[in-house]
């Protein structure tokens, strides 16, 4: 029977990239079993110097491929040279830093002898790989995601199957040829490029030991609700950043940290700037300022080392955007710039003052170029805004007093609080990711490796302790 072909279309002038076979739900399941007798059979371990050699060559493999990534990147996912560039340079160093975390990825002792019952005792906790990593991943960064999700299953000594996004499956294919080029034996990863049913089926599967979901919150929590008992799970999906401007910021600092954080990526991003509280004594200022900016950026093809803002990734996404701010444009919003299509897959930079806290654009994850800016006169009221919404994740706060950031810090929920930073910030050892319906667990490389690996005690009784 010949395999069902996906086609990989570029976002921005929809020419075809690529086919690849699209794994069926049999593929699936043998996916799953092959990566669950490589992780049984101990004859197959890979000792960590091995898995360390491993991860140097593909270090060394990658690096030599820097310009052929980016423009694998580019094509498959829309995202402009420059901004391309930096996320095949961060997925390099992503397997650096693994290696780097191997080093001192280790137990500890477990205190004994303080106690009767403990007395001739002695405990030492070691780290055990987990098993089968089933890993999710999201179109807006294909290859660093792969990394993240990928990189550290093999260093700690998991088996890994990763389904990529539809949009975006190149990066993961080409991630894993590295892989098998560098040495890695055959089983111990695996990219399964299948639909949605496939998707659930090796995600809820009773033979996996683990989890890692990057994605829409509504199909995250879907699948965790699915999953097998005892399956450990991690999600990462989205926010609605909020991002709070104090009387006093520096605009000469703001702006431009407000541009590329709402802009960046065309703000596929989960922690985009969306929601902007500007104090009134300065909010005509902040937004001539930042039309003034948004309205210079490059828009359009990905491969022109000038573009600043690429393409959507589909049509579907981009006329749910254009939908979501004409909606708020009827309930009162002032459309300051922006606000149309570009060519066929692109969106202007748009910048909304004041749509109304049940707008859409106002409420959910917009996934595009789309800022709002808000006023408030109390900043009690900007933190009570900016709290709104159960989507803690990323937020910042613009302030030069040292008072009101560290009130922010206090005030906003958030898993990470910027001071003079945007929301979309981010190195790959900091441990990364929401609370409440925004995820759950950390992503950054060391903590992803945590979490595919288990704490194991030994406990040695001997009477000469």
């Given at each position: 029977?010949?395999a069902?072909?996906?086609?990989?279309?570029?976002?921005?002038?929809q020419?075809?990239v690529?086919?690849?076979?699209?794994n069926?739900p049999a593929?699936?399941?043998a996916?799953?079993?092959?990566a669950?007798?490589?992780?049984?059979?101990?004859?197959?371990?890979?000792?960590k110097y091995?898995?360390v050699?491993?991860?140097?060559?593909v270090?060394?493999?990658?690096s030599?491929?820097?310009e052929?990534?980016t423009?694998?990147?580019?094509?498959e996912?829309?995202?402009?040279?420059?901004d391309?560039?930096?996320?095949?340079?961060?997925?390099i160093?992503?397997v650096?830093l693994?290696?780097?975390?191997?080093?001192g990825?280790?137990?500890?002792?477990?205190?004994?002898g303080?106690?009767?019952?403990?007395?001739q005792h002695?405990?030492?906790?070691?780290?055990?790989?987990?098993g089968?990593?089933v890993?999710?991943?999201?179109?807006?960064?294909?290859?660093?995601?792969a990394?993240h999700?990928?990189?550290?299953?093999?260093?700690?000594?998991?088996?890994?199957i990763l389904?990529p996004?539809?949009?975006t499956?190149?990066?993961?294919?080409?991630l894993?040829?590295?892989?098998?080029?560098?040495g890695l034996?055959?089983?111990?990863?695996?990219?399964l490029v299948?639909?949605n049913?496939?998707a659930e089926?090796l995600?809820?599967s009773?033979?996996?030991n683990?989890?890692?979901?990057?994605g829409?919150?509504?199909?995250?929590?879907q699948?965790r609700?699915?999953?097998?008992?005892?399956?450990?799970?991690?999600?990462e999906?989205?926010?609605?950043?909020?991002v709070?401007v104090?009387?006093?910021?520096?605009?000469s600092?703001?702006?431009?940290?407000l541009?590329r954080?709402?802009f960046?990526?065309?703000?596929?991003?989960?922690?985009?700037v969306q929601?902007v509280?500007?104090?009134?004594?300065i909010?005509?200022?902040?937004?001539?300022?930042?039309?003034?900016?948004?309205s210079k950026?490059v828009?359009?093809?990905?491969?022109?080392?000038?573009?600043?803002?690429?393409?959507?990734?589909?049509?579907?996404?981009?006329?749910?955007?254009?939908s979501?701010?004409?909606?708020?444009?009827?309930?009162?919003?002032?459309?300051?710039?922006?606000?149309e299509?570009?060519a066929?897959s692109?969106?202007a930079p748009?910048v909304?003052?004041n749509?109304?806290?049940?707008a859409l654009?106002?409420?959910r994850?917009?996934?595009?170029?789309?800022?709002?800016?808000?006023?408030?006169?109390d900043?009690?009221?900007?933190y009570?805004?900016?709290n709104?919404l159960?989507?803690?994740?990323?937020?910042?706060?613009?302030?030069?007093?040292?008072?009101?950031a560290?009130?922010?810090v206090?005030q906003?929920?958030?898993a990470v609080v910027?001071v003079?930073e945007?929301?979309?910030?981010?190195?790959d050892?900091?441990?990364?990711?929401?609370?409440?319906t925004?995820?759950?667990?950390l992503?950054?490389i060391?903590h992803?490796?945590?979490?595919?690996s288990?704490?194991?005690?030994?406990?040695?009784?001997?009477p000469?302790?």
């Amino acid at each position: 029977m010949t395999a069902k072909m996906l086609d990989v279309y570029s976002p921005y002038d929809q020419q075809l990239v690529a086919q690849v076979p699209l794994n069926t739900p049999a593929d699936v399941e043998a996916g799953i079993d092959l990566a669950r007798s490589t992780f049984a059979d101990k004859k197959q371990t890979l000792p960590k110097y091995q898995r360390v050699a491993i991860l140097e060559k593909v270090v060394v493999i990658m690096s030599a491929q820097m310009e052929a990534l980016t423009r694998l990147c580019i094509s498959e996912g829309g995202k402009p040279w420059k901004d391309a560039q930096v996320e095949v340079e961060r997925a390099i160093y992503g397997v650096k830093l693994a290696i780097e975390a191997l080093s001192g990825f280790e137990g500890k002792e477990v205190a004994m002898g303080h106690t009767v019952s403990s007395a001739q005792h002695m405990a030492y906790t070691f780290k055990e790989p987990i098993g089968v990593v089933v890993a999710i991943s999201a179109f807006n960064h294909p290859l660093n995601l792969a990394v993240h999700q990928m990189i550290p299953a093999i260093a700690v000594g998991c088996s890994v199957i990763l389904k990529p996004a539809l949009t975006t499956p190149l990066s993961a294919l080409r991630l894993l040829a590295i892989l098998t080029e560098a040495g890695l034996p055959a089983g111990w990863a695996q990219v399964l490029v299948c639909d949605n049913t496939s998707a659930e089926l090796l995600a809820c599967s009773a033979k996996i030991n683990a989890l890692n979901f990057i994605g829409s919150s509504t199909v995250g929590w879907q699948l965790r609700a699915k999953a097998a008992a005892g399956t450990r799970v991690t999600l990462e999906h989205g926010g609605v950043a909020p991002v709070i401007v104090a009387e006093d910021a520096d605009l000469s600092e703001l702006i431009p940290a407000l541009v590329r954080g709402a802009f960046y990526h065309a703000g596929q991003v989960c922690i985009s700037v969306q929601r902007v509280y500007v104090h009134a004594a300065i909010v005509d200022e902040v937004a001539r300022l930042l039309v003034e900016q948004a309205s210079k950026l490059v828009v359009g093809d990905p491969l022109n080392k000038h573009t600043d803002v690429g393409p959507i990734i589909n049509e579907r996404e981009l006329t749910r955007i254009d939908s979501w701010v004409k909606e708020a444009c009827d309930a009162g919003a002032e459309l300051l710039c922006g606000g149309e299509r570009i060519a066929a897959s692109c969106y202007a930079p748009t910048v909304l003052r004041n749509p109304p806290d049940d707008a859409l654009v106002s409420m959910r994850e917009v996934f595009g170029p789309v800022v709002c800016i808000y006023e408030y006169e109390d900043i009690e009221q900007a933190y009570d805004r900016a709290n709104a919404l159960d989507l803690p994740f990323q937020a910042a706060i613009f302030t030069q007093n040292m008072n009101t950031a560290m009130q922010a810090v206090k005030q906003l929920q958030a898993a990470v609080v910027m001071v003079n930073e945007h929301t979309a910030f981010r190195v790959d050892w900091m441990p990364f990711g929401g609370a409440k319906t925004a995820g759950l667990g950390l992503g950054g490389i060391r903590h992803v490796m945590e979490d595919m690996s288990y704490d194991k005690m030994m406990v040695i009784k001997s009477p000469m302790l």
